[in-house]
């Protein structure tokens, strides 16, 4: 399994793998992930969960490894988490300890469980022994953090066979060997799944963006250029911040030859952007829920499509169903199935989770439909309102508005009364067009009943996971 063979890639391997201020080699992260690895064999865990507090940095992926190898869940956390937000993570998993990589901000936390020493433990001098996987298929991996619907944030725990089967599947559609991939979702985040144990699978390069470097525009395009970048892993607004500089292009990014998208839907308007800048660029597109580790379709962009799909198969592991859970032809609520799904949550409510077909199953709460093999997302089925007598899927506007040519990026919201009953449909647009233009476009395809107030902006708000922040959108218009 995959534990196995990074263990190989790394007593093998003799270049450096981390591009940012603590470059190593790969045998120097085998003896860190050693050390750190004898250090927790020798502590007494009850609960086999061990959070990781910190940013990007060489140390927090030593102590993903070295939790992996011993058999302890780890949740990763990231410095941008509020303290009620950390507060309440703790609450949830209880943690036998909490690796520290970087100065821990929550000032009510059992101090007695806060390793600080991380430095000293993975640098000093091993002994001899051997790094062997103690984790079994079925175990807990690592548990992720998503929002959830009540403001207590859910757990998504993830077993070692879900990774592994998510590894082998997205190397064999990558077919890359010893490339430089650059990293810009935090480790909080499970889109950094992909990036980190492609490159640990590979023996590639690792090209680490903190959240100060993705800000400062120079200092980030001078990152990406001067590491000869060849693979990029990000969300599609991320991708489109990049474009925003028409200096972003194969004249000045020669190695660049491939783009993985994944987290949002990836317009056609992105598509062609990047098609115009970079010639050779192969562009995958990927779907798939935290709740099955990371991805589990991706489609192959090669020419330019009429429509952007959300993935292909990755062998059989979704179809759509009617609220029977029986299978359908039509459109209607992408369920997925198989070894990718999750265990589900830790302490919450599991109702998603399901049995179809005698294998495990996630309701995803997105509804799409499938033409010729390919998945193509529509929009998500809890953001149904009510307006006026009428229910209106919010998704569904949001799918009519990008189906507009001209249209990049759109948010649709609500506004509503002190008794929280809706008052009107406010759709923020990122377009060329003006707004009567658009609504020009839109009369025939959106009924008047539910036609939004539309503003046009420059640029949507992004969060610390560069995607949409539609918290922050909601918020303003209170």
């Known amino acids: 399994m995959i534990l ?30 050693l050390n750190l690895y004898i250090y927790l064999n020798t502590i007494k865990s009850e609960n086999n969960k061990i959070i990781i507090y910190g940013h990007k940095s060489v140390y927090y992926i030593v102590c993903m490894l070295a939790c992996a ?24 998993i209880k943690p036998d300890l909490i690796l520290n ?9 059992n101090r007695e469980i806060i390793v600080d020493e991380l430095e000293k433990i993975m640098t000093e001098k091993s002994i001899e022994i051997e790094l062997i996987p103690q984790i079994k298929p079925e175990d807990i991996y690592y548990i992720i953090f998503t929002s959830g619907s009540t403001g207590s944030p859910k757990g998504v725990q993830i077993t070692y066979n879900n990774l592994d089967t998510f590894c082998n599947k997205i190397i064999a559609k990558f077919n890359i060997e010893e490339s430089v991939i650059l990293n810009q979702a935090l480790f909080s985040f499970d889109l ?21 470097e993705i800000k400062d525009y120079p200092r980030l395009y001078k990152k990406i250029k001067e590491n000869n970048v060849e693979v990029i892993i990000a969300t ?34 992105t598509v062609k952007k990047i098609k115009e800048r970079f010639k050779n660029v192969v562009i995958h597109n990927a779907y798939g829920p935290t709740e099955c580790t990371v991805a589990v379709t991706m489609e192959t962009i090669h020419e330019l499509p009429y429509k952007v799909p959300a993935g292909n198969y990755m062998d059989n592991t979704f179809c759509i169903v009617d609220d029977n859970l029986m299978r359908v032809s039509t459109q209607g609520n992408i369920l997925i199935y198989g070894d990718l799904v999750s265990k589900g949550y830790i302490n919450y409510p599991n109702e998603a989770f399901v049995e179809f077909e005698g294998k495990r199953a996630y309701l995803t709460g997105d509804i799409g439909y499938i033409e010729d093999n390919k998945l193509y997302y529509l929009y998500r089925k ?48 990122v377009t060329k067009d003006t707004k009567e233009k658009l609504k020009e476009k839109l009369k025939n395809s959106i009924s008047d009943y539910m036609f939004p107030e539309i503003k046009i902006v420059k640029k949507l708000p992004i969060n610390e996971n560069y995607k949409v922040d539609v918290k922050k959108i909601e918020e303003k218009i209170k």
């Open 69 to 92: 190898y011993s058999g302890i869940s780890y949740i990763p956390v990231d410095v941008s988490f509020s303290d009620e937000r950390i507060q309440d993570i703790i609450n949830i």
């Open 382 to 429: 809890d953001r149904q309102i009510k307006l006026n007598g009428y229910r209106v899927e919010l998704g569904e506007i949001e799918s009519k508005i990008m189906s507009v040519e001209s249209v990049s990026k759109c948010v649709a919201t609500v506004k509503r009364n002190r008794e929280g009953k809706v008052k009107k449909i406010i759709v923020y647009v």
């Open 101 to 109: 990589t970087i100065t821990l901000k929550v000032e009510n936390v």
């Open 192 to 212: 950094s799944v992909a990036d980190i144990y492609l490159t640990l699978l590979t023996g590639s390069k690792y090209v680490m963006l903190t959240a100060k």
């Open 4 to 33: 196995d063979k990074i263990k190989k890639v790394m007593l093998e391997k003799k270049d450096n793998i981390f591009s940012n201020e603590e470059n190593i080699t790969y045998f120097q992260l085998y003896t860190y992930i």
């Open 236 to 269: 599609p607004s991320f991708i489109e911040y990049l474009l925003v500089d028409r200096t972003f292009n194969e004249d000045n990014f020669r190695c660049l030859n491939t783009i993985f998208t994944c987290g949002e839907t990836l317009t056609l308007n």
